[in-house]
């Protein structure tokens, strides 16, 4: 395994320095922040990893760490790549392998400004010189672009260089075990054919909330803002599993047609069906700008204009410095027709997959309450994963799309062709915030986010149910 640092000289646009805590660029000279980093300083870096884990994990891991070896370069410098292609000819060597067979994966964490200078160099220096059954591949990692055009134009720069089969656009919530799992859920079961459509499902809410602000990512953020940063990519990626049609088969290129079919269908966002937030005391961080029009908080709902989802709105929202932490997917069905039991202002079924944290698939349903009475109450069908799956260790997204990466499976890697009509759908919207038109709503931090929200919520059909709480069941 070879680590690369690759730094610039001089950063080419200031505003493309990420801002860490402190404030601090990630990508300032190391001659000024730190001591030059060697492998073996590397190496006593990962140490920390090594805190609370057993003796027999502790040995796994310093044999992994010894396997690191690290290069330092700038993205541009031909030197710092030849030295990088020279470690990883060496490395090669060691084991054995010839010219032309050996596998390289090159994982780009860095501002996606640098990626087409940084791919030019390792397609001169470090690709292998011949095919003889080895690859190169190229793992990148988002924001692909902050709008239609610039996302085109990273595109097009990265395709002259690389095939689309060598390029792994990385979205790591397609690496979550219940994302993954919806393939399965839906065309698996025979249970959930004749109800996955408009003429039983109401609306369906795709949710991430969390509970703490940008602590001191303030800068990155108010450059992307929060529909950039979780929507466009996470939660689109999630409603293209939700509601695409059935693969022919579960070859990548049939699934992620598919996605690329739903997303076509998507109608142009109406600004009467957005609302943006901002929480109180974003401004303070010292990197945002005080006149910052950036949304800490949305909710947008879509609509899917085919057969399967005509009038049934997708509600897609998000929030930071909110009441809790959670990543959902809510399906709510459509009232009971002659409700003999009196029981509508109970609430819906609903249909809860909780992507995170505590792992889970619930569905809410009608029952009589126990008693001689005959009432009514809500209650569960409950598969919560920390239960049913005790001994199971369920693997990190980003160690399930790594492991994809060397399989060559592109199953859960954004296309092309996918991430263009994404940016299609968000750009309007994102052009008008930008330009002042959409202006984000105060909120309190630690709240459920502006009021215009839950107003919106309620006007695109959602009911919300009082007197149910969902309780992850324990073995005590």
């Excluded at 690369?4 to 320095?17: A, F, G, I």
């Excluded at 998000?318 to 009232?335: C, H, S, T, V, Y």
């Excluded at 909780?354 to 009432?375: D, I, N």
């Excluded at 859960?412 to 008008?432: C, G, M, N, Y």
Aim: glycine residues 6%; negative net charge.
């Amino acid at each position: 395994m070879v680590a690369t640092r690759l730094h610039p000289d001089e950063p080419s646009d200031p505003n493309d320095e990420e801002k860490p805590p402190g404030g601090r660029s990630r990508h300032a000279s190391p001659r000024q922040d730190r001591p030059r980093m060697d492998s073996c300083s590397c190496r006593r870096s990962g140490r920390y990893l090594q805190k609370g884990v057993s003796a027999e994990q502790e040995d796994v891991l310093s044999r992994f760490l010894q396997l690191i070896k690290y290069v330092s370069g700038s993205y541009d410098s031909a030197d710092g790549f030849q030295l990088l292609n020279k470690a990883i000819s060496e490395h090669e060597i060691s084991k054995n392998s010839h010219p032309g067979i050996s596998r390289r994966l090159f994982y780009l964490a860095l501002p996606p400004s640098v990626y087409p200078s940084v791919c030019r160099m390792i397609r001169l220096y470090c690709t292998n010189t011949s095919d003889l059954g080895g690859w190169t591949r190229i793992v990148v990692e988002k924001p692909f672009g902050k709008d239609l055009n610039s996302a085109e134009d990273l595109s097009a720069q990265l395709g002259e260089l690389f095939t689309e089969e060598q390029l792994y656009r990385i979205d790591h919530y397609l690496g979550k075990e219940l994302v993954q799992n919806l393939l399965v859920l839906r065309f698996a079961n025979r249970l959930f054919l004749p109800l996955w459509n408009r003429d039983n499902i109401d609306n369906m809410q795709i949710v991430f909330r969390e509970d703490f602000g940008t602590e001191g990512r303030g800068g990155y953020f108010d450059e992307y803002g929060i529909i950039r940063d979780i929507i466009q990519n996470h939660l689109l990626q999630v409603l293209c599993l939700v509601a695409m049609e059935k693969p022919v088969s579960l070859k990548p290129e049939h699934i992620r047609d598919e996605k690329v079919k739903v997303l076509q269908s998507v109608l142009p966002i109406k600004h009467e069906e957005v609302v943006l937030g901002q929480y109180e005391g974003y401004k303070d961080d010292q990197t945002v700008s005080d006149s910052s029009n950036t949304p800490t908080f949305a909710t947008v709902v879509l609509h899917i204009h085919n057969e399967r989802w005509e009038g049934v709105p997708f509600i897609l929202k998000a929030g930071k410095a909110l009441d809790n932490r959670k990543a959902e997917i809510r399906i709510q069905f459509k009232d009971v027709p002659g409700d003999i039991f009196k029981c509508k202002k109970q609430g819906r079924n609903e249909f809860v997959i909780r992507l995170q944290p505590l792992e889970a698939m619930y569905m809410k349903l009608t029952l009589k309450k126990p008693g001689l009475e005959m009432s009514t109450i809500q209650s569960e069908l409950d598969l919560s994963y920390g239960l049913r799956y005790q001994d199971v260790k369920i693997p990190e997204a980003y160690e399930r799309l790594i492991l994809d990466t060397i399989r060559g499976d592109q199953q859960h890697f954004v296309r092309r062709d996918e991430l263009k009509v994404a940016w299609q759908i968000f750009t309007p919207l994102l052009h008008s915030i930008d330009n002042g038109e959409l202006k984000p709503i105060a909120y309190k931090p630690g709240s459920r986010g502006p009021e215009e929200a839950d107003e919106l919520l309620a006007r695109a059909g959602y009911v919300q149910t009082h007197g149910y709480i969902w309780i992850p069941p324990t073995l005590e």
